[in-house]
């Protein structure tokens, strides 16, 4: 912003001009991976306890403590991105609640410091030989925890939709996108984390989320790289980018191919052959490709002037 003040009637004069580079980096690229993680691996967890609870034994403490982790990493990005990371207590002692990152930051907040609870329910209980009222407690409270979970997931996407002049980012779109992210990344790690801990039934379930979550994810932004110009000529030249010689085209089939297109191909030949090393390749690439993916899809619109 540009401020002059003219002498005669002391009137502010304020011009808009165009950042002069990338805005939001790969900080917050750290941010929205994390956060999917996060989440992710607590909607993988309620989703065991429905289908198996007698599974939930051999993941309960390690798949919290990395989804509190990851949370924390996420918070720790959001902080570290702030023009004023300081000043973040205001978001908590004078909050304005028509801002999506005071709603954010409480929420977040509050599903971080449930987590921290489970967590430590669950190694006070590994350290004590204690075991049915300490499971018992930690699954009530997962329920609270997954409903808390997607507001946190969708949040995210409430903040890019809010950008001005920034067609690419659509709310609709954006929030499924979110969720995939989730579903993705915490179904690849819930297979990470469980291994031989999980039967071959609970892991063909996982893999069904990974494989699914991944299609559907791929559906979406193909949708939006073919058909994404019919919205605006803003979005013709946003997707130049990633299209052709453009910039950012190499870094963006990467990431398709590397989250997307090859676990979809790898859990169908696990389907097949039930190689546990061909499951585990699938969500390692899962996890690695979706960084690559989320930093592409905020860059790219930031590359295009305003004025």
């Known amino acids: 912003m540009i401020h002059e003040t003219l002498a005669a009637t002391n009137a502010v004069v304020t011009l808009d001009v165009p950042l002069p580079d990338v805005?939001?980096?790969?900080f917050v690229t750290m941010n929205m991976w994390a956060k999917s993680i996060g989440t992710g691996?607590?909607?993988m967890l309620f989703l065991l306890l429905r289908k198996n609870a007698s599974e939930m034994s051999g993941v309960r403490t390690s798949a919290i403590i990395v989804s509190f982790?990851?949370?924390n990493v996420f918070l720790l990005f959001t902080l570290a991105d702030l023009h004023q990371p300081f000043r973040m207590w205001h978001i908590f002692f004078y909050p304005h609640w028509t801002s999506a990152i005071t709603v954010g930051a409480w929420m977040a907040t509050v599903f971080v410091g449930l987590e921290f609870l489970m967590a430590a329910m669950m190694i006070r209980k590994d350290k004590c030989l204690l075991t049915s009222d300490a499971n018992a407690t930690f699954d009530k409270l997962l329920f609270w925890v997954t409903l808390l979970?997607?507001?946190v997931t969708l949040y995210t996407a409430g903040i890019m939709a809010e950008a001005t002049a920034r067609e690419l980012w659509q709310m609709p779109t954006e929030s499924v996108q979110m969720?995939?992210?989730?579903t993705l990344s915490g179904s690849a790690a819930i297979i990470l984390l469980g291994g031989s801990k999980l039967s071959d039934e609970t892991k063909n379930f996982f893999a069904s989320i990974l494989g699914l979550s991944a299609l559907l994810a791929f559906i979406i932004y193909m949708s939006e790289y073919i058909f994404g110009s019919m919205k605006a000529e803003e979005v013709t030249a946003i997707l130049a980018y990633v299209k052709g010689d453009g910039e950012y085209a190499t870094m963006f089939w990467i990431g398709q191919w590397v989250a997307y297109i090859l676990p979809m191909i790898l859990v169908a030949l696990y389907r097949v052959s039930k190689s546990n090393s061909i499951l585990t390749l699938a969500a390692i690439l899962?996890?690695?490709g979706l960084w690559v993916v989320k930093h592409v899809w905020l860059v790219i619109p930031q590359l295009l002037p305003l004025s």
């Open 23 to 26: 805005f939001w980096g790969w």
């Open 149 to 151: 979970a997607i507001p």
């Open 41 to 43: 691996l607590v909607f």
């Open 179 to 182: 969720i995939l992210a989730a």
């Open 69 to 71: 982790v990851m949370m």
């Open 286 to 288: 899962a996890i690695a």
